[in-house]
Nanobody, 122 residues
Framework: QVQLVESGGGLAQPGGSLRLSCAASGFTFSSYAMSWARQVPGKGLEWVSGIYSDGSDTYYADSVKGRFTISRDNAKNTVYLQMNSLKPEDTALYYC???????????????WGQGTQVTVSS
């Protein structure tokens, strides 16, 4: 069955860095776009970043552009989110999600990981 397992979250200081990983299994990873989204309790889901199935195109929310970098290793069935210059407002539960298509444009998502908590605080 499809599994998405996030890791790499934790506590970071403002200005610090974290790298999230999402290990995928149970499907042909290289055929589907992947995305990261985050949620703060009581607030809606925010799409943070997306990447094409072949890694040829990426998307970033304005709130993270220039600070976060998404990448994928199709040989390892893993998608990453490198987060630099972290801010307290980046504190959230971060999820990876599998798209139904190779592109993230107007994509629907059918599987989600369990989430990894990122807390940015001094």
């Amino acid at each position: 069955q499809v599994q998405l397992v996030e890791s790499g979250g934790g506590l970071a200081q403002p200005g610090g860095s974290l790298r999230l990983s999402c290990a995928a299994s149970g499907f042909t990873f290289s055929s589907y776009a992947m995305s990261w989204a985050r949620q703060v309790p009581g607030k809606g889901l925010e799409w943070v970043s997306g990447i094409y199935s072949d890694g040829s195109d990426t998307y970033y929310a304005d709130s993270v552009k220039g600070r976060f970098t998404i990448s994928r290793d199709n040989a390892k069935n893993t998608v990453y989110l490198q987060m630099n210059s972290l801010k307290p407002e980046d504190t959230a539960l971060y999820y990876c999600a599998k798209a139904l298509t190779p592109s993230y444009y107007y994509a629907m998502y059918d599987y989600w990981g369990q989430g990894t908590q990122v807390t940015v605080s001094s």
